[in-house]
């Protein structure tokens, strides 16, 4: 897998154009538009958020009418909580991009990210978008990945190539996120395209798939965004089709979908605003998959669990308190036991006979840590992703609109 910014594989089918618009500062480009090819597919998901952000009702409306023939991203204003004037300005965002050519507005699909409830400054827009249409190439996935970002550090994105048929295809994706992450769906912003031919419908299947395994399985504060969206297109310019979930492609295509999303969902929660440590909280042998994720989920999004991994402090009953409240029926507590890395901690519903607060305390120094819980219950299991909450958290969020 290719993950150096610089070096991502273009898509056949798939050029870019990045400017700056000047919406929330004068730096750096904050302006993305991508062009997609006649005859690609495109599937999308998108937050589970109530008050979802104007533009994700919009892109939504569209994508139902027809297959995309662009994506404009803007950072910088979430266009969220701002009622029927943000609806307006999302359509008046379409519609500036449409004007470049022989394009109904249904052909756009609107991104934003950002400061929520402030208003879209819609006329700096439509001043950029015809720059954005003079810079687009194939080879700007960088300047994508770093133009969407907001609190990110650093610009994410992942490409693979893989032989399906005797031919080369290619999946390449960018993703921006550092705060507000608890994923009801997908997360952040994310854009993934391909060269495969697809059909709608698998091509959603083959979305959901990755994401239920990647971006639902992270978070980094347990808020989940007005704006989360998760896009893949399939322009179908490799020559090679994948046309059923049956075809030993379509495993390939999909495992390589798969890691793809979870090295970017995994770059997210690296990346969290503030975070020192990278925990991977993995829960076995439950009775049910979903109760696996409400035991990891309670885990991670404990305050009392993340401030000890900032602090490094070996605090176990943090972590034994989250998994009794996780709200699991019967669940036998002296069965239970629980791993940092591979020292135990806890068993038989106490402390770990052979533990030592050396042991836990070696452990929690590490950037990256593993809580193991075994639930002695059944077969089920699952991972999910998080970091710590630090100083620099309460800051950067304390400190976001000014």
């Not at 690609?40 to 958020?49: D, I």
């Not at 808020?223 to 049956?246: E, K, M, P, R, Y």
Request: aromatic content about 6%; overall charge negative; charged content about 15%.
């Amino acid at each position: 897998m290719q993950t150096n910014i610089s070096q991502l594989n273009p898509i056949k089918g798939i050029e870019i154009g990045t400017t700056c618009a000047g919406i929330k500062q004068t730096e750096k480009e904050d302006l993305t538009l991508f062009s997609i090819a006649p005859n690609s597919t495109c599937a999308a998901v998108f937050t589970n958020n109530a008050f979802c952000a104007a533009p994700v009702i919009v892109a939504k409306q569209h994508l139902e009418s027809q297959n995309p023939q662009f994506l404009l991203i803007n950072s910088g204003n979430a266009n969220a909580g701002t009622g029927e004037q943000g609806l307006q300005d999302a359509l008046k965002s379409c519609e500036s991009v449409a004007q470049q050519g022989k394009y109904t507005k249904e052909a756009v699909l609107p991104f934003s990210t950002g400061v929520i409830g402030q208003t879209l400054p819609i006329e700096k827009i439509q001043a950029a978008v015809p720059m954005a249409f003079k810079n687009l190439n194939a080879q700007a996935w960088d300047k994508a990945a770093n133009a969407i970002m907001t609190t990110d550090l650093v610009p994410k994105g992942a490409s693979q190539q893989l032989q399906l048929q005797g031919k080369t295809v290619t999946i390449t994706g960018i993703a921006k996120g550092s705060g507000m992450i608890k994923p009801d769906m997908a997360t952040l912003l994310v854009f993934l395209a391909t060269d495969a031919e697809i059909p709608q419908t698998l091509l959603q299947t083959c979305l959901k798939q990755a994401v239920d395994q990647s971006f639902n399985r992270i978070t980094v504060d347990s808020d989940t965004s007005t704006n989360d969206a998760c896009v893949l297109a399939a322009t179908g310019q490799s020559g090679v089709a994948i046309n059923d979930t049956t075809q030993v492609d379509f495993a390939q295509f999909q495992q390589a979908l798969t890691d793809i999303c979870i090295y970017l969902a995994q770059a997210v929660v690296k990346d969290g605003e503030g975070a020192t440590k990278f925990i991977t909280i993995q829960v076995e042998q439950g009775q049910t998959e979903q109760e696996c994720v409400d035991v990891a989920y309670t885990i991670a999004h404990s305050p009392l669990v993340k401030t000890a991994f900032f602090a490094s402090d070996a605090n176990w009953g943090r972590i034994l308190a989250a998994v009794g409240r996780a709200g699991i029926e019967n669940l036998e507590i002296n069965a239970i036991q629980i791993y940092l890395d591979e020292v135990c901690i806890v068993e038989n519903g106490g402390v770990a006979a052979n533990y030592t607060e050396e042991q836990g305390t070696q452990v929690m120094s590490q950037k990256e840590i593993t809580i193991r819980v075994l639930l002695n219950r059944g077969e089920q299991q699952t991972r999910v992703w998080t970091c710590d909450f630090s100083y620099d958290y309460v800051k950067i969020n304390a400190e976001y609109r000014t």
